[in-house]
């Protein structure tokens, strides 16, 4: 079994959400990780908040960010155990973030250790 990344994806991690609507969506994506878990297939994962982020570009040029010319962000991730791409893809399917216009969940295979993929 490989692990896999799913990376949650905001088109406009600029907007603010109200209390309420933050509210929702983490009961929606704890149900939807603990469903994950209860097949025993969860191995990690966390949000990314804003603060005390920053950008490190080529020539030492450091800003606070993610924020400015990029047109999305990264909001968090769970990495998830599965025999295929497309069994964690179906897990992705599933995520709460999808519900945002434009958002995405990108789902990679991680690289073993051993030099193996």
């Known amino acids: 079994m490989n692990e896999y990344i ?15 609507q933050i509210q929702a969506w983490m ?23 804003f603060e ?3 950008v490190v570009r080529p ?8 924020f400015g010319d990029i047109k999305e962000t990264i909001g968090g ?16 399917k599933g995520s709460p973030v999808l519900q945002g216009e434009g958002n995405s969940v990108e789902v990679r295979k991680i690289a073993k250790g051993d030099g193996t993929h």
Do not use: C
């Not at 799913?6 to 907007?15: A, M, P, S, T, V």
């Not at 991730?77 to 992705?92: L, P, Q, W």
């Open 6 to 20: 799913l990376i949650f994806r905001h088109e406009d991690g600029q907007k603010v959400a109200s209390p309420d």
């Open 27 to 49: 009961k929606q994506t704890m149900d939807w990780v603990s469903g994950i878990a209860a097949q025993n297939k969860f191995s990690s994962g966390t949000g990314l908040p």
């Open 52 to 54: 005390d982020a920053r």
């Open 59 to 66: 020539n030492n040029v450091v800003t606070n960010g993610p």
């Open 77 to 92: 991730y769970i990495i998830v155990k599965a025999d295929s791409v497309d069994e964690a893809v179906e897990f992705a």
